[in-house]
């Protein structure tokens, strides 16, 4: 029999990837409407956009291409609107699922 380890997320992992979205945060210039970021697991962060918005990145492969789908879909929303945003691209390849707040 085959026994897997799974190794955790280190502190460094942890610390590289918060440095990664934060600069993909300020490169739009929407870092300071970013209330929090969980960076618990790595293959599902999530964020608070401007107490509005709760928001799914998954991981981190096309980040750039996801911060930028968030401001242009956060853009074109009317001020009242909020709920989830899924921007991790596994249930709708390259398009932003929206679910409303009840």
Known sequence: PTVTVSVGVTGAERLRTALLVLEELGKYSISGVVDSVNFTTLTSIELWYDDR???????????????GSLEATVNAMESYESGYLDLSFKNWPDKVGYTPFS
């Open 53 to 67: 918005f709760q928001v799914d990145l998954g991981d981190t492969s096309q980040l750039a291409h996801k911060i």
